[in-house]
């Protein structure tokens, strides 16, 4: 264990991680899988304490929001991504609208309005065994306010942040936010204000393609992500053009912050023993792959990374 990576990096990516125990299967057998996975001694959440707090809350059979706290009194409040045989998951991480969030307090710039809607119905939502609502489990914390996701979770987590700030009337010092493979959340008014206003750090693999999404899309053809696959990228270039057509967005119209960014597998290492272009995508992609590139103890829930084992994972 003393080899592995304990830091709040990877503790923020293997709560994001856990989050998936709720993929598949049913929705009563969350709540305990998500404590059963946090007791887990390898994990680098053990080394805080962690444990469930609120939730889990599942809305739309997609978004899955919970709360954990750790021994030192800090909250994290975790995000689920994509549910990747869901077609409803998938909808929503294609933006269709921008908007403002209209949250009470002053938040430059517009969102994806899918993502403004989620992000609101889980800032509100009630945990379904106590019915505690989770700003009132937010509040009363006393120690940090972190936000965490992976994927769809990270392009939620920053207006997640935002909101919590706003709704909550608590001081931005108390709050940061760990995205891992985030998508863009929203315009560059909106990125700006997440990089000179919030605390949040946004982690990607430079050959994961999500990242790309929705700012830089046009990097997965230019630059060949995470490989050199013409057809492949051919037809992710047509389904864009075919988006912006239906949409009337544009990658111009989205940002990523980059006050905060810390990209990994700076290598370009790629998944190993010659794989599809599908095979390469979901590869890089894997939550346990970012657990694996931070050289954190991966998880065991869904695949692990094609890569192999972290270094030195026991």
Partial sequence: MSNHNIGIDAQMATLAAIAYVGETGKKSDIRGDIETELKNTTYATHHAGWQRLWGPVTLYDDNLVFVAQNTAGDIAIVLRGTVYDDLKSWYEDLPDALEPTHFPSAIPGKVSSK????????????DPVDGTPMMTTVKAATGKIYVTGHSQGAGLAPLMHAYVAAMGD???????????????????????????????????????????GYANMSDIWEIGLPVKATIDQGLIRVAVDGWSLATGLSQSDFAQPDAKVVALNTQKKHVPNDPSYYDSVVGQHNHNTYLYLLGAHQTDVADGSPFGPTPNQS
């Fill in 170 to 212: 608590i001081a931005l010092s108390r709050i940061t936010s760990h995205t891992f493979a985030a998508p863009s959340t929203g315009d560059p008014t909106f990125a700006t204000y997440v990089s000179t206003t919030l605390d949040s750090t946004r982690y990607y693999n430079m050959l994961d393609i999500v990242p790309t």
């Fill in 115 to 126: 993502f403004k809607t989620a992000v609101f119905d889980m800032a509100n939502a009630t």
